[in-house]
């Protein structure tokens, strides 16, 4: 697993989301209540920037169909249930967010 640094925690506010790209890799950051999320940023539908998006409690909703997402589980709630976006593991490490990527091995 590789760690990416992503910000300073006092970037990112309770209420907040954020951008980053990883490595061609679009990941959206979330800050809910304090706790920090990561996120594929590409909505199931339509590849919607998510980040871009509302954030209420745990659940993003996409700015460009109105598809929303559990941050803390990456499941779809409304529509269709079932559905799921990537999530990755977050530290946080001297109060800066890192996020964590399993990167699939080469064969």
């Not at 980053?20 to 920037?49: K, M, Q, T, W």
């Not at 460009?64 to 946080?92: C, F, M, N, Q």
Request: one cysteine or more.
């Amino acid at each position: 697993m590789e760690r990416f640094k992503i910000c300073h925690r006092h970037e990112l506010l309770p209420g907040q989301m954020r951008y980053v790209e990883i490595d061609g890799l679009p990941i959206g950051i979330a800050n809910v209540g304090g706790d920090i999320y990561a996120f594929s940023d590409s909505c199931r539908h339509e590849g919607g920037p998510l980040s871009a998006g509302v954030l209420i409690d745990h659940t993003v909703t996409c700015p460009w169909h109105g598809w929303t997402y559990d941050v803390r589980t990456g499941k779809s709630i409304v529509p269709p249930v079932g559905l799921r976006i990537a999530t990755y593991p977050v530290e946080i490490i001297n109060d800066e967010i890192y996020v964590l990527i399993d990167w699939p091995s080469s064969q």
